[in-house]
């Protein structure tokens, strides 16, 4: 397997509450990417982390933060849950810096987060 | 912007027959193009890419393919299907470009179905 993990694997929770979902990228990887998978659709890209620094986002509003910490580890924060929120989150990790030749990386993904808005 | 698009909700196949799955893509410059599978409550598996070079591009599993530069296709491809082989399948193209670097775009996925 790809060596990404992520916790917890099922997340039940209610409107406006907040959540923190956990990503540990495979080993020496230095960049993660965060996507949400709606039922029945590809993965849309979040954000990316690297080197702790937010390093590309895509159309989620402020309430999905995140953060990554000096072992290359992240964290998926979502405020004020809604309904629309319900998804797979996945991490994935990849090496290399983003800018330049060596950031041809594949990006492995881990199994996914399945958060549930009630 | 880039985007990728695969044509095709569902593809069926009988086991032992060959099996394509269809992918297009739109991409400002050079493609950086991928394919991975899903299984039913399972993460990403990534199959292969193509980055450059020879246009048929072998993966994992017996997994082939084609890159098209005058079609912009990037068929997935395998010559004999395993009733095991069926699950869900992304195409992606990875951005090269500007803020965004690394972001990858996937397709809507094309469910496989191999009926023995």
């Known amino acids: 397997e790809t060596g990404v993990t992520q916790s917890p694997t099922h997340l039940i929770k209610t409107r406006g509450q907040q959540v923190t979902l956990r990503c540990s990228s495979q080993?020496?990887?230095?960049?993660v990417s965060w996507y949400q998978q709606a039922l029945g659709q590809g993965p849309q890209f979040i954000f990316q982390?690297?080197?702790?620094?937010?390093?590309g986002r895509g159309n989620f509003p402020p309430r999905f933060s995140g953060l990554q910490f000096p072992n290359y580890s992240s964290e998926l924060n979502v405020n004020a849950l809604e309904l629309d929120d319900s998804a797979l989150y996945l991490c994935a990790s990849s090496l290399g810096a983003p800018s330049g030749t060596s950031g041809k990386g594949t990006q492995y993904f881990g199994p996914g987060t399945r958060l549930t808005v009630l | 912007a880039q985007s990728v698009a695969q044509p095709e909700d569902q593809v069926n196949v009988a086991e032992g027959n060959p099996l394509t799955v269809k992918c297009t893509y739109s991409?400002?410059?050079?493609?950086?193009l991928f394919w991975y599978v899903q299984y039913p409550n399972r993460g990403l598996q990534f199959l292969l890419k193509y980055i450059t070079g020879d246009n048929l591009v072998k993966g994992s599993y017996g997994f082939e393919a084609e890159f098209n530069k005058s079609q912009t296709s990037f068929h997935l491809k395998k010559p004999s299907a395993l009733v095991s082989d069926s699950a869900l399948y992304f195409c992606a193209v990875r951005d090269m470009n500007g803020y965004n670097f690394n972001k990858f775009y996937f397709g809507s996925g094309t469910k496989l179905n191999v009926k023995p």
């Open positions: 080993s020496g990887h230095n960049t």
């Open positions: 982390y690297y080197r702790e620094e937010e390093n």
């Open positions: 991409v400002s410059g050079n493609p950086y």
